[in-house]
């Protein structure tokens, strides 16, 4: 995840395929399975940004892209996991 928000892409075509896996290595590795999961995740990235201090910066940052990638791409987690490249296809 570090590595993916201090990249930088020539175009908005590999940023989504680059933060596409990203989100689907962290849905895999944190069981989301339902949308009550996915809603459950974002409430705790929520909290976490809220008790995270100004001096942790890159912490800050890293919860508050994670957080921004769930809500971008969580509609696509259930595809994902059912090995689905629907999500690709709409690009």
Partial sequence: MLSLLEKEFLDS???ENAELEA???VALRLDMKSSS???VEKASLKRQLEKV???NQK????????????????KFIFQFQNGSN?????Q
Avoid at 59 to 74: H, S, T, V
Avoid at 86 to 90: G, Q, V
């Fill in 13 to 15: 075509g590999s940023m």
């Fill in 23 to 25: 989100i689907k290595i």
């Fill in 37 to 39: 999961s996915i809603q």
């Fill in 53 to 55: 201090n100004k001096t």
């Fill in 59 to 74: 912490e800050k940052e890293l919860l508050a892209y994670l957080l921004y990638l769930l809500i971008k791409y969580g």
């Fill in 86 to 90: 629907a999500c690709e296809s709409s």
